[in-house]
Structure formats: structure tokens, C-alpha cells
């Protein structure tokens, strides 16, 4: 089975740090028997290329300085903060469009899976329309965002999942969004994990505080979405001999939220200790998995409607066997199942995110039945040959039809 897998993103070189569950994703289709190209745009000039032994087909779009529409952050995020990038949209859809129909006129895949359909389901459409090649779309949820600041995107949408043969969803939130412009059947494909093993990292949970300190721990960037600046607030809820919270990552409002922490500090309010490690490296952010004693997203849903589509992070810190609280939103409750495989708390509350924390550390019984729950979570939903096994059924029809 030959498979033409697009996307607006994909790893540049062999340590790029870039949708990790895309590349995860293709190591398994390979390891399944499946045979996998990838078409993606150029960055700055970027010529095509191998990764892991799969051929990454770029189109160029622009002048190399202007190519920097996608990667190291979302296209829409960039084009906020530079509104003439969207001058190069026709471009990347045209550039993409006809090095799709070339490929795939060499090339000959049995299916075209389109990741992130706004637009590339329409760089895909010409082929797949031409070669009568089955198209498969595959949502994240962001471009469904789109719809509420860009009303023309509905309908192009609406379109486009009339087109597919099936359509993926990384949650049954982004499922519904779908559902909601056109009334179709979406297959359940979410993420495993990214971390080289398929639930065995061999990190023994911690049930007692190390060092003294029961430790709470928050991976990933510094935007609104994550709703870190409630994390903080949650701080003067617990006590700073028992806790300690550390926050690891960077982004746009990290500097936003040390003052924050800061002004803690300044005010006299007693709480727990603050930490912000930065950015780390594989081996010391191991570590600091290593050392918690529990994994914490407190997600919200942002100004613009965005909220986490699953929570990738949460898949990974459940198989490094820490217990979850996180806030239940967006594709949150697919993942942490509340009382079973974690704790579910409201959006930006503080305080009930501190209450999760205080049961945690003085219940290690109920904190052991989490990581069982969790343990079977993933087993059941989230291993990649699980997942990879549902969505080769779903090719192996499309390709009989």
C-alpha cells in the first residue's frame, strides 16, 4: 500500500523537533508495511529531502527569505502578527496543487491522507480527483478555528468534507465541530506517544513527595490556551512546605507570567514555590518527569475559541506513570477520564485545580487506582498499533471500493 501523506509541517532535518506525532505516526504506517511519501512546503528554500528513509516532496512557493509561512509556528498565528503573509496563501495553494498532481502522476499512491484540510485538502484535490485516487482528511481542530474569524472558510469546508472518502478526527470535540458543517461519519484517529516507546519510558511513579516536596509539573508552551496563568493563582492555595510547582516550556507570555509569579512574592501572599525552567533537553526534561508527583494541564478556552484539540502531553505524562489533572475542555476528556484515569477540573479555577493537588498528595490508594486507569487508557485507546491498525482498515476499504 502506497500512501501520499501532506501536511503544512514536517520535520527539516533529522533532530527538528517539529510535529513529533506526524513523524511517530509514519514510523508505524512503515513499520505496518505500509510504503509512505510526504509532500510539504519548502522553509526558506529548503530543497526535498529524506527523513527516517522517508521522502519529503518540498514545493516552493516563494522567494526562499519569504518562505516561512508554516513551521516553528502556526500559519495563522504568523499571519496575525504579519498580515502580508497571507499574500502568499494563493501561491502555496497553486504551488501545491500541481506538485501534488506531478507526484502522484509518478508516484501512483493507493490513498492521499491530507492532515490539516484548510487548505490542503485543495492542494489534494486535483490529484485525487485526476488518478481517482481515494482522499482521506484528517482534522486537528485548528482549522476549524478559522471558521469563527473567516466565515468564507465554511462553506470551502463543507466542500472539501463532501470530496474526502473518509474523514479523520484527532478527538471527538474536533469530531463534532466537523459534524456541525457537514453531517458525515468521522473516524476516532488520535495520537500515541512521541517518546521512542510505546508505554514502557521505565519511569516508576512517585507517590511520595521527593525532597520534601510534592512536586507539580506543567510541559509545553507559554500560551493562552494552556492556561498556565491559573496554575499560578492555584499557588496560593497550597501550602509552600508540602508543594512545589515547575513550569517548563516557553513561549509568548512567559515573561507575562514570571512577573506574575513575582508579584506573588511582592505582595507578601504566601504560597507555593514557583519554578520556570525554560526550555529543556531530553535528558533533563526526563528528569523532571522523573522527580513529579503529578502532571497538570489546566487548558482553557482562549479569546479566540481555541482550546486543546487532545493533549498529546497528556498521553505521554499518563505512560511515564504520572497521575493527570487537567481542565475539562476541548478534546481533554477523551484522554483523562474523570476519576478513572485522572482528575477533571473546571477552566480557570485555582482553586479547584489546588483541591486536585491536595487529594493527590494525601490519598496515595486513590492516586494508585488513577495510574491503573490510566495504564488501561492508553492500552485501549492510545497505542500507536491500535491506532495504526484502525486507520489501515479504513485505507484497505477505500482502496476495495
Known amino acids: 500500500m502506497k500512501v501520499l501523506v501532506i501536511g503544512s509541517v514536517y520535520p527539516r532535518f533529522e533532530k527538528d523537533a517539529e510535529v513529533?506525532?506526524?513523524?511517530?505516526s509514519i514510523a508505524h504506517l512503515k513499520k505496518a508495511g505500509a510504503e509512505i511519501q510526504v509532500l510539504a512546503p519548502a522553509y526558506k528554500g529548503l530543497k526535498s529531502h529524506t527523513i527516517d528513509g522517508t521522502p519529503?516532496?518540498?514545493?516552493?512557493?516563494?522567494?526562499?527569505?519569504?518562505?516561512?509561512?508554516?513551521?516553528?509556528?502556526g500559519a495563522p498565528s504568523k499571519m496575525a502578527s504579519k498580515p502580508w503573509l497571507q499574500l502568499l496563501a494563493i501561491p502555496y495553494i497553486i504551488s501545491g496543487f500541481f506538485?501534488?498532481?506531478?507526484?502522484?502522476?509518478?508516484?501512483?499512491?493507493?490513498?492521499?491522507?491530507?492532515?490539516?484540510?484548510?487548505?490542503?485538502?485543495?492542494?489534494?484535490?486535483?490529484?485525487?480527483?485526476?488518478?481517482?485516487?481515494?482522499?482521506?482528511?484528517?482534522?486537528?481542530g485548528a482549522e476549524l478555528l478559522l471558521i469563527r474569524k473567516k466565515k468564507w472558510v465554511r462553506p470551502l469546508l463543507k466542500?472539501?468534507?463532501?470530496?474526502?472518502?473518509?474523514?479523520?478526527?484527532?478527538?471527538?470535540?474536533?469530531?463534532?465541530?466537523?459534524?456541525?458543517?457537514?453531517?458525515?461519519n468521522v473516524e476516532w484517529s488520535p495520537y500515541g506517544t512521541t517518546l521512542g516507546s510505546d508505554g514502557d519510558a521505565g519511569i516508576v511513579p512517585q507517590l511520595h513527595p521527593v525532597n520534601g516536596k510534592f512536586k507539580i509539573l506543567f510541559v509545553g508552551r507559554h500560551i493562552e490556551r494552556k492556561g498556565i496563568c491559573y496554575l499560578?493563582?492555584?499557588?496560593?492555595?497550597?501550602?509552600?512546605?508540602?508543594?512545589?510547582?515547575?513550569?517548563?516550556?516557553?513561549?509568548?507570555?512567559t515573561e507575562q507570567l514570571k512577573a506574575q509569579a513575582a508579584a506573588l512574592e511582592q505582595d507578601g501572599i504566601v504560597h507555593a514555590p514557583i519554578t520556570f525552567t525554560g526550555k529543556l533537553i531530553p535528558p533533563v526534561l526526563e528528569s523532571e518527569y522523573?522527580?513529579?508527583?503529578?502532571?497538570?494541564?489546566?487548558?482553557?478556552?482562549?479569546?479566540?475559541?481555541?482550546?486543546?484539540?487532545?493533549?498529546?502531553?497528556?498521553?505521554?505524562?499518563?505512560?511515564?506513570?504520572?497521575?493527570?489533572?487537567?481542565?475539562?475542555?476541548?478534546?481533554?476528556?477523551?484522554?483523562?477520564?474523570?476519576?478513572?484515569?485522572?482528575?477533571l477540573v473546571p477552566e480557570k479555577n485555582p482553586e479547584a485545580l489546588a483541591d486536585a493537588f491536595k487529594r493527590l498528595a494525601d490519598d496515595t490508594e486513590f492516586t494508585q487506582r488513577?495510574?491503573?486507569?490510566?495504564?488501561?487508557?492508553?492500552?485501549?485507546?492510545?497505542?500507536?498499533?491500535?491506532?495504526?491498525?484502525?486507520?489501515?482498515?479504513?485505507?484497505?476499504k477505500l482502496i476495495k471500493k
Not at 479566540?304 to 476528556?333: Q, R
Not at 487508557?377 to 500507536?384: A, L, Q, S
Request: charged share 25%; net charge positive.
Open 159 to 184: 466542500f472539501a468534507i463532501g470530496q474526502a472518502q473518509a474523514v479523520f478526527a484527532n478527538s471527538s470535540f474536533t469530531a463534532a465541530k466537523i459534524k456541525a458543517i457537514r453531517d458525515v
Open 370 to 396: 488513577l495510574l491503573a486507569g490510566s495504564k488501561k487508557r492508553i492500552r485501549d485507546c492510545f497505542t500507536w498499533d491500535g491506532i495504526i491498525e484502525r486507520q489501515i482498515a479504513v485505507y484497505n
Open 20 to 24: 513529533p506525532w506526524l513523524r511517530a
Open 290 to 343: 522523573r522527580d513529579a508527583n503529578v502532571f497538570v494541564l489546566p487548558a482553557i478556552v482562549d479569546h479566540k475559541g481555541d482550546t486543546e484539540g487532545l493533549g498529546v502531553v497528556l498521553i505521554e505524562a499518563m505512560e511515564l506513570g504520572l497521575p493527570i489533572v487537567a481542565s475539562k475542555v476541548g478534546g481533554i476528556p477523551d484522554v483523562v477520564v474523570d476519576q478513572e484515569s485522572g482528575i
Open 99 to 140: 506538485k501534488c498532481i506531478g507526484l502522484c502522476r509518478k508516484w501512483k499512491p493507493d490513498v492521499i491522507h491530507a492532515h490539516w484540510p484548510f487548505p490542503h485538502a485543495y492542494i489534494a484535490l486535483g490529484a485525487a480527483k485526476l488518478f481517482r485516487i481515494p482522499l482521506v482528511l484528517n482534522f486537528h
Open 56 to 73: 519529503v516532496n518540498r514545493f516552493r512557493y516563494a522567494p526562499a527569505k519569504w518562505e516561512m509561512l508554516t513551521h516553528e509556528e
Open 232 to 253: 499560578i493563582e492555584a499557588a496560593k492555595f497550597l501550602d509552600p512546605q508540602k508543594f512545589e510547582i515547575r513550569i517548563v516550556g516557553e513561549g509568548d507570555l
